[in-house]
């Protein structure tokens, strides 16, 4: 759920702490690395199709679709792990936002554990953390809409952590970010709301790269004894000043069947900044917490990663530009030389706005594709936050769904509607793929609100990754896959085969042309050749010249001749 700027910021400290800060680790995540997305490989309707993950530590972007389409996924876990699984469908541009996820055993039908609405991103995507493997062996993930037939979803991402062993428990006092407790290096950590009071809160800190996401998993009955409390769960620190904490607080009311409800949050985002960042766990209210309120947290670090080689980013110069105050239209633009063919771009914007909503912002590109990147998205009024520096990136976390935009890095927005996406509306800078990116790009922005309010464009950029060259290599004239290059000797050969195999008339067999053999003077020197004086030339014997064909040991002329 996207929550207002006072509940946004409960931290205390006034900025980021400096990386250098406290004892401090760098997160070290298991393979595969990159928000770059696995997929799905289609059909995987059952478990018996179920398309395999590459890791326990994964994120997967798919699709259900056409309408009622289901998707299986398999992985590989030992007795006793722990699965940390979630849903992001808030990017969907199908007809729904609406999920289902269920942890299946090995046999492919047994639920361990099922959610439907535990999820913030939409709000009624799903998340399942902590649920136990029982035994060691193949288990799967089933996703589905909650409508069954009617609806899709195009797409949503998978994020999958399986954690072995034991979490490391937290070190109190942690409840400032001054205080915050190191992640290990696998992400896991237990704890306790412990006691209930304002002041409980518990922060734990790791350092990140630009462009890293995280995937946060909170499991509010880690026992599963039944015992559970409504915990929340925050990523930090962010905003005009360094000081908000985005938090997500999801009820999960419903999840009764086939399992009581296991309360549970997850969050995803994508940092524009290096930097040391803090997840944070308390609850909206002071008075619950106590010896039982106990929690495992999962942190998954996803590295970025480029989609595509030859990376470069463009920058601005036609900046600043005035936006507003009343209606109207401010341009801004970038010359790219030359003409590198895009595989992926990413927008970064810095401007400010006294109402973050009155701005809309739209991309074109040289050939005249005029793409969305947001509507009406921030602060509603006057005195919330009036920066927006943001990456925007089709690869990143989330789309928009906080009002900060300070140091964050988002999708382009969805424009869905009461919970059900708008396809309409769902932009993507994917719609540039392939296009050249030579010439003249223009970034639109309109204040789209009469009134005194104003802004100012202070800087933008455009970073194009270029498209792999294609293989060094051709296609045979089937179409088959590409092969190695073929000598113009074999490819003569090849020719012959084919017309042979095809019984033209056409085909002739090539007319063996004779020559005269000459057999080599005999090798046997002579007293006459070893004094010098002249000898015959003549050969002391002559090789067969060959006749007929050469089949010698068959055919019937070879043989009267040999004889």
């Known amino acids: 759920m996207t929550l207002p700027v006072t509940d946004e910021q409960k931290g205390v400290a006034p900025t980021r702490l400096p990386s250098s800060a406290g004892p401090q680790v760098a997160y070290a995540p298991s393979s595969p690395l990159g928000q770059g997305f696995g997929g799905e490989v289609e059909p995987n309707g059952t478990s018996a199709t179920a398309t395999p993950l590459a890791g326990n530590n994964v994120v997967v972007h798919a699709n259900l679709t056409p309408n009622g389409d289901v998707d299986f996924f398999s992985f590989n876990a030992n007795a ?47 998340s399942i953390a902590g649920a136990t493997i029982p035994t060691t062996g193949t288990y799967f993930l089933k996703v589905n809409d909650f409508t069954a037939g009617t609806t899709s979803e195009r797409g949503y991402d998978l994020h999958l952590r399986v954690q072995s062993g034991a979490p490391t428990p937290e070190v109190e006092g942690n409840d ?33 790269n630009a462009g890293d996401t995280v995937y946060l998993a909170l499991d509010l ?40 409800n296991i309360p549970s949050e997850a969050m995803f985002f994508t940092v524009k900044d290096a930097g040391t960042y803090f997840a944070f766990v308390d609850s909206a209210s002071a008075a619950v917490g106590g010896p039982t309120a106990t929690y495992h947290l999962s942190v998954t670090v996803h590295p970025h990663v480029d989609e595509g080689v030859n990376c470069t980013t463009y920058t601005s110069t036609d900046v600043p530009k005035a936006i507003g105050p009343g209606t109207g239209l401010v341009s801004s633009t970038i010359t790219i030389p030359g003409n590198p063919r895009i595989a992926d771009v990413d927008v970064a914007i810095n401007l400010n706005h006294a109402v973050m909503q009155d701005v809309d912002a739209h991309l074109r590109s040289p050939a005249g594709n005029d793409i969305g990147l947001f509507t009406d998205i921030g602060a509603a009024a006057t005195g919330g936050q009036q920066v927006m520096d943001v990456v925007f990136d089709d690869e990143a976390a989330i789309p928009p769904a906080f009002t900060v935009f300070k140091g964050t890095q988002l999708k382009p927005e969805n424009n869905s509607t009461a919970g059900t996406a708008n396809a309409s ?40 990754c270029e498209a792999p060259p294609p293989p060094a290599c051709r296609r ?75 089949r010698r040991s068959t055919c019937p002329a070879c043989l009267r001749r040999s004889s």
């Open 176 to 208: 400032t970010p001054a205080t915050a407790t190191p992640l290990p290096a696998n992400g896991w950590v237990s704890g306790a709301r412990n006691p209930a009071a304002a002041t409980e809160q518990d922060w734990y800190s790791l350092n990140l």
């Open 476 to 550: 045979d004239s089937r179409r088959r896959p590409c092969m190695a290059p073929i000598s113009n000797r074999a490819r003569r050969a090849s020719r012959i085969r084919a017309r042979r195999t095809s019984g033209s008339s056409a085909f002739r067999r090539p007319r063996r042309r004779r020559r005269r053999i000459r057999s080599p003077p005999s090798t046997r020197a002579t007293a006459a050749s070893i004094a010098g004086r002249p000898t015959s030339t003549t050969p002391t014997t002559r090789r067969r010249r060959r006749t007929c064909c050469r």
């Open 80 to 126: 006793g792990d722990r699965v940390y699984a979630a849903l992001m469908t808030s990017g969907s541009a199908g007809s729904s936002t609406d999920s289902q996820l269920t942890l299946l055993a090995s046999d492919g039908t047994t639920t361990i554990e099922f959610d439907d609405d535990n999820g913030t991103f939409a709000a009624l995507s799903s």
């Open 221 to 260: 009955d880690p026992e599963r004894d039944g015992v559970s409390w409504n915990g929340r769960l925050g990523f930090a620190l962010f905003g005009d000043a360094g000081n908000q904490i985005l938090v997500v607080d999801d009820a999960g009311t419903g999840d009764v069947t086939p399992n009581p």
């Open 425 to 464: 509306g769902a932009y993507r800078l994917a719609a540039f793929d392939g296009e050249n990116a030579g010439g003249t790009w223009t970034l639109d922005l309109r204040d789209d609100t009469a009134g005194a309010n104003g802004g100012t464009l202070n800087a933008w950029s455009l970073r194009v």
